[in-house]
């Protein structure tokens, strides 16, 4: 799976950087509007970032900025440096959490509760014109335990979203359902 760009990672690395409120509190208001409406949201964004875009990839920086303004969790350097994470990996991880919170998990336990498979299961079936209300629900998810994400790897998939071979839906099944591999196959726990 193609990791994040040059920009993707300095467009996060700007984002995991802002420490003025003023602007955070503007992009977290993005939530509340529309795709559509997400232009309101170019002031408070380098113009370095969305300069130079495909149309319609400037929504997917502005998307991703409100989102990451809602919940400002991401993966440390070392843990990125060591390989990238997509969203699978964090719901998993949720999903990790929660049955620690449990006490575990009782013989014969699902590790993913049927309504966090129900919520996957939505999101990699969205079209792209509905990812934002989806990824909503799931980053505020997220939040409740303060998983990290990738938000690189998250802006790079989501521009990978309409790909035929439907790579990232499938790189995010793996991850959420099976959990991460390491080249022999071994399964370790996901980070």
């Known amino acids: ?15 995991s950087g802002l420490d003025d409120r003023g602007t955070l509190a503007a992009l977290r ?19 370095r970032f969305l300069t130079g875009l495909r149309p319609g990839e400037e929504r997917l ?23 990238r994470r997509n969203l699978g990996e964090s719901l998993r991880r949720l999903a990790e959490e929660k049955a620690r919170q449990r ?10 509760p049927e309504s966090l ?12 014109a509905d990812l934002f209300g989806h990824l909503r629900q799931v980053i505020s998810l997220l939040k409740s335990e303060e998983i990290p994400v990738d938000w690189a790897q998250l802006l790079s998939d989501l521009q990978r979203w309409e790909a035929p071979d439907r790579r ?7 991850s959420f359902y099976v959990g991460y591999q390491t080249e022999g196959g071994d399964e370790t726990d996901v980070r």
């Open 1 to 15: 799976m193609k990791g994040p760009s040059s920009r993707q990672v300095e467009f996060a690395g700007w984002l």
């Open 29 to 47: 208001r993005g939530l509340m509007l529309e795709e559509e409406q997400l232009f309101e949201l170019f002031g408070y964004v380098p113009p």
């Open 168 to 174: 990232v839906q499938w790189a995010w099944s793996r």
């Open 103 to 112: 006490g575990g998990l009782d013989e014969g336990e699902e590790l993913l």
């Open 117 to 128: 498979k129900r919520r996957m299961e939505a999101l990699l079936s969205a079209p792209r």
């Open 61 to 83: 920086y502005l998307m991703v900025a409100a989102l990451y303004a809602y919940h400002p969790v991401s993966f440390g350097e070392e843990e990125l440096a060591e390989r």
